[in-house]
């Protein structure tokens, strides 16, 4: 357990999976804009390849992103959350010809138990675009994944 995953009162195990949720500052919809969500999806493949975790399933909503997430023997969820928010925000502000924060401080974790189903979490989460009506399908809505296709 890394310290600041200690500060937080987190436990980051590896092997193990997590659900976490990140909202971007003041829950603005950054990401209706879906070039910019391109640009950070972009960004969450990089930090899975560089940290070497398992992204399982993941959408990125107009104002915050979930994701499905495997840790490796190395990493944490604070590191793992450090890489990915300090990339995007720069990719993004880049674009947006702005400076500061694009992510809240912090993100919500649930650590997956033995027995909840896992492909239902994962369902659960590409359909949030539905929930929130911004599509009828899941295939109409362009930015999310799973390893279940």
Not at 4 to 21: E, K, Q, V
Not at 30 to 36: K, L, N, T, V
Not at 75 to 89: D, E, Q, W
């Given at each position: 357990?890394s310290?600041?995953?200690?500060?937080a009162?987190?436990c980051?195990?590896?092997?193990?999976?997590y659900?976490?949720?990140?909202?971007?500052r003041?829950?603005?919809?950054f990401?209706?804009?879906?070039?910019?969500?391109?640009?950070?999806?972009?960004?969450?493949?990089h930090v899975?390849?560089?940290?070497?975790?398992?992204?399982?399933?993941?959408?990125?909503?107009p104002?915050?992103?979930?994701?499905?997430?495997?840790?490796?023997?190395?990493?944490?969820l604070?590191?793992?959350?450090?890489?990915?928010?300090?990339?995007?925000?720069?990719t993004a502000?880049?674009?947006?010809?702005?400076?500061?924060?694009?992510?809240?401080?912090g993100?919500?974790?649930?650590?997956i138990?033995?027995?909840?189903?896992?492909?239902?979490?994962?369902?659960?989460?590409?359909?949030?675009?539905?929930?929130?009506?911004?599509?009828?399908?899941?295939?109409?809505?362009?930015?999310?994944?799973?390893?279940?296709l």
């Amino acid at each position: 357990m890394s310290y600041n995953d200690a500060l937080a009162g987190r436990c980051s195990l590896p092997g193990h999976i997590y659900h976490l949720t990140v909202c971007t500052r003041y829950r603005q919809p950054f990401f209706s804009d879906w070039q910019i969500g391109r640009l950070v999806v972009r960004e969450l493949q990089h930090v899975q390849a560089y940290l070497d975790v398992q992204s399982l399933a993941w959408v990125l909503m107009p104002d915050h992103l979930h994701w499905l997430i495997q840790l490796n023997e190395t990493t944490t969820l604070a590191r793992t959350l450090h890489v990915f928010k300090g990339r995007s925000a720069k990719t993004a502000n880049h674009y947006l010809g702005r400076t500061g924060g694009l992510w809240q401080k912090g993100f919500h974790d649930h650590a997956i138990r033995q027995d909840e189903n896992l492909q239902q979490v994962a369902r659960y989460i590409v359909a949030n675009p539905i929930r929130a009506g911004l599509v009828r399908r899941v295939g109409d809505y362009p930015l999310w994944d799973a390893v279940w296709l």
